[in-house]
C-alpha cells in the first residue's frame, strides 16, 4: 500500500513536470522556428512524443515508488530532483530559447542521470529497473534528433 501511494505521488509529481514543460516551451513544436528546422528523417510524428512521454512517466513513477520503499535517501531526493530540473528545463531551453547545443548538453547530462539510476540501483530494484528503459532509449533517441539539428542547421 505504501508503495503505491509513493508511485502516485511520483505521477503526480512527473506528469506535472511534464505540464510545466509544456507550458515552458511557448508552442514550441508548431512554433516557426521549430517547423523550418532541418529535422532527421527518423523524427517521428508530434502524437508520438505524447505517448512516449505518458509511457515514459507511468514506468518512472513505479520504478520512483519502488526505489523511495527501498531506499529513502537524501541522495536519491537529490537525483530526483535533479532528473526533474533537467526534464523541464530542456523545454524552455530548446523551444524558447533556441539554443540546441544546451538543449544537448541537457539531455546528455539527464541521460547520464537516468543511467546512474540504473546501475546504481540494479541489485536492490531487481525487475523494477527495467522500468527505465523506456526512459533511456526515448533520451537516446532525443540525443540524436538534438545533434542531427545542431549539426544540420
Not at 531506499?71 to 531551453?93: A, G, P, R, Y
Not at 528503459?133 to 534528433?145: F, G
Request: proline residues 3%; contains cysteine.
Amino acid at each position: 500500500m505504501k508503495q503505491l501511494k509513493l508511485t502516485l505521488l511520483f505521477l503526480v509529481i512527473n506528469f506535472g513536470g511534464l505540464a510545466i514543460g509544456s507550458w515552458l516551451m511557448d508552442n514550441g513544436p508548431l512554433s516557426d522556428w521549430y517547423v523550418n528546422l532541418n529535422k532527421a528523417p527518423w523524427t517521428p510524428p508530434g502524437i508520438v512524443f505524447g505517448l512516449a512521454w505518458s509511457t515514459i512517466m507511468i514506468c518512472f513513477s513505479i520504478y520512483l515508488g519502488k526505489l523511495f520503499l527501498v531506499e529513502n535517501t537524501q541522495k536519491n531526493k537529490l537525483l530526483l530532483s535533479l532528473q526533474f530540473i533537467l526534464n523541464v528545463s530542456w523545454n524552455f531551453i530548446v523551444f524558447s530559447q533556441h539554443l540546441v547545443l544546451l538543449g544537448l548538453l541537457n539531455l546528455i547530462a539527464l541521460t547520464s542521470v537516468l543511467f546512474f539510476y540504473y546501475f546504481r540501483t540494479s541489485k536492490k530494484m531487481g525487475i523494477y529497473k527495467y522500468l527505465l528503459l523506456p526512459y533511456l532509449v526515448w533520451l537516446c533517441i532525443a540525443t540524436s534528433l538534438s545533434l542531427y539539428i545542431l549539426v544540420h542547421n
